[in-house]
């Protein structure tokens, strides 16, 4: 059975940091591209970065791009997110998701990952 958690959130103040976590289990970790998604109340939920399986790529939207990384321990089966000059508007729960086999490393459409986390809640205080 396939198990994704992820962790690390928190209330932090605004031009501050988070390093998010996602520890997966029951798959082949490094065979799946991953993806970190947010969704704040009363909006549609959106990819914020994604990384190959094995590491060599990644993709930001503009909205995070210099400001967000993301990184991946395959042997420990670990995904992460670092978060810097965090700003009131990156406020959200964040999910971890694994991309479907086949679908490609970082697949546009939610509905190609097969795999989700519960979500961690960031918070962002002006």
């Not at 605004?14 to 082949?28: D, E, I, K, N």
């Not at 993301?70 to 042997?75: M, V």
């Not at 700003?87 to 999910?95: G, M, Q, S, W």
């Amino acid at each position: 059975q396939v198990k994704v958690v992820e962790s690390g959130g928190g209330l932090v103040q605004a031009g501050g940091s988070l390093r998010l976590s996602c520890t997966a289990s029951g798959l082949t970790f490094g065979d799946y591209g991953m993806a970190w998604f947010r969704q704040a109340p009363g909006k549609e939920r959106g990819k914020v970065s994604c990384i190959s399986g094995s590491g060599t790529n990644t993709w930001y939207p503009d909205s995070v791009k210099g400001r967000f990384t993301i990184s991946r321990d395959n042997a420990e089966n670990t995904l992460y997110l670092q978060m810097n000059s965090l700003a009131v508007e990156d406020t959200a729960i964040y999910y971890c998701a694994a991309a479907r086999l086949g679908s490609g490393w970082c697949p546009v459409w939610s509905r190609e990952y097969t795999y989700w986390g519960q979500g961690t809640q960031v918070t962002v205080s002006s």
